[in-house]
Structure formats: structure tokens, C-alpha cells
């Protein structure tokens, strides 16, 4: 932010001098020592998070989501995340208030959800917000499901080695990325 701060204070000092005395040579100057600025700009590293594989072959671990830690299991073949019933009200979701209209089917077979939007969904130090979710009746489904919903927003992710890499985007502003909001 200092850096950025710094850039725009040149850019206005340089840019009041060439105004002040009509200097065309100045301007010159002035546009290469803010290039070299900016190509010098720090860019934090991209969170990346990895995931060793169970001895059933999944890919578990333990999630955020509004705060509140939740058991998850990574299911690339799921478009969405999916919670059971009973994390939605562990986490305080407005069961109450949810539409079961989707339907979706599961390991133990064909059932309706309900849609919803969580807050914030982190893994590690990889954050989202406003993932869109699904949360199934009570007694459907065992586990959550960590899907596509999440998976997307990543820079990307693969299998190497039994461990599951998550990698997130970059921050370019020079300072750690907390939360990055998707436009959906």
C-alpha cells in the first residue's frame, strides 16, 4: 500500500512540475521512473494448501465455513458444495427458511436440497466468499462435499504424489490476499 501511496505521490509531484514548466523531457523521466517502479511492484505468493490422501482413497480435511470448522471431503465430480443438515445447523444456516427444490443425486441415491450462499468458506489459508452451496435433508448424506462451487475460484488444483494441491490466486496489490468476493 506504502509503495502505491509513493507512485501516486510521484506521479502528482512530476506531473505538477510539467504542467508548472511545460518540460516534455521531464515528462519523459518521469514516466520511466514510474515504470520502474511498478515493475519492481512486490506481488505476494499465492496461498496454496495440501491435502494428503486417506487410506479409502478420499481426500478429507477440515474446512471453515462462517467460522466454524467443519469435516469436509474433496469431490471434484460434485458442482457444488454440499453440506449435510446437520453441519448447515451446527453452522447456523436459517434451516428453517431453506427451499428443498434441487435435485441431486448422492452415494445413497436420489434426493432434493436446498440452495444457499455461504459467507465465507476457507481451507487452510485459501478464503472465499459467497460460494454457493447446497444443504441436503437430515440423514442424507454422512459427509460434506467440498465441489466445484469452491474448486473453481482457485488458480488451480491437481493430484501429485497422494497429496491434493490447492493453489489460490496470487494478490498483486503487494499485500496478503484475506478474501477475494466472486462475481456469480
Known sequence: MSRFLLVLIMLGVTAGAVVAYKDPEQLARASDSVSDL???????PAHAVQIPRRQGGEFALQAKINGVSAPMVID???TSVVLTWETAKAIGLPL?????NVDVETAGGHTRAARLTLDRLAVGKLV???VPALVVPRGQMKTNLLGMSFLDRLES????ADRLKLHGYPDVSG???RDRAAVN
Open 38 to 44: 511498478l515493475r519492481h511492484r512486490t506481488v505476494s
Open 76 to 78: 471434484t465430480g460434485a
Open 96 to 100: 428453517e427458511m431453506l427451499e428443498y
Open 128 to 130: 472465499e466468499r459467497s
Open 157 to 160: 488444483w491437481g493430484v501429485q
Open 175 to 177: 499485500r496478503q490476499r
